[in-house]
């Protein structure tokens, strides 16, 4: 992984009027790396590296905000055999815990784990296939993901306004 002083953010010098404060916000987003996995099943504790990475940012609240597709992959469609077994062990009374580096380009660094994360769990798909319990969760309006870092300030969130954005509305994408 490189450190976060190595990744260069460009910002366009055609910013159309209100877009100036782009500049600003790029302190508050963060390029997330898995480092490692800590499962535990049946009173065993097996440790293994992560290997997978994401986007994530800090909200006016201080909440560091991601995809949960990023915070737990293992019940999104799990493609690797550990990421199965991980979603076998999590879904049958085991815990599986993700732990994270977060790097911004100014230099900030947080550390945090899987298990600090607020998700919604809800809509996921959970079914018994040869006999043993999984869950699935689908990319839809609960594949988010977060926790309070007891920051005092970050980007501002207006959910209502994405909700309501008009066709053809112009957006910034900030991301790693």
């Known amino acids: 992984v490189k450190k976060a002083k190595e990744f260069k953010v460009e910002v366009s010098e055609e910013l159309v009027e209100g877009e100036k404060d782009l500049e600003a916000c790029v302190p508050y987003v963060y390029f997330i790396w898995a480092e490692r996995i800590v499962i535990t099943f049946e009173g065993q504790t097996k440790e293994v590296e992560g290997g997978w990475s994401g986007t994530g940012f800090i909200d006016q609240r201080g909440r560091f905000i991601t995809a949960r597709h990023v915070i737990e992959p293992w019940f999104f469609a799990p493609e ?97």
């Open 80 to 176: 690797t055999e550990l990421l199965q077994m991980a979603n076998v062990i999590a879904s049958n009374g085991g815990k599986v815990v993700a732990y994270f580096k977060a790097y911004s380009s100014s230099g900030d660094v947080i550390s945090f784990n899987s298990s600090q994360f607020k998700c919604s769990r809800g809509k996921d798909d959970v079914r018994i296939v040869d006999g043993v319990k999984i869950r699935l969760a689908g990319l839809n309006d609960t594949d988010y993901a977060y926790y309070n870092t007891g920051r005092a300030k970050g980007l501002h969130v207006a959910p209502a306004l994405s909700a309501n954005l008009p066709r053809g509305a112009k957006l910034s994408v900030l991301g790693f």
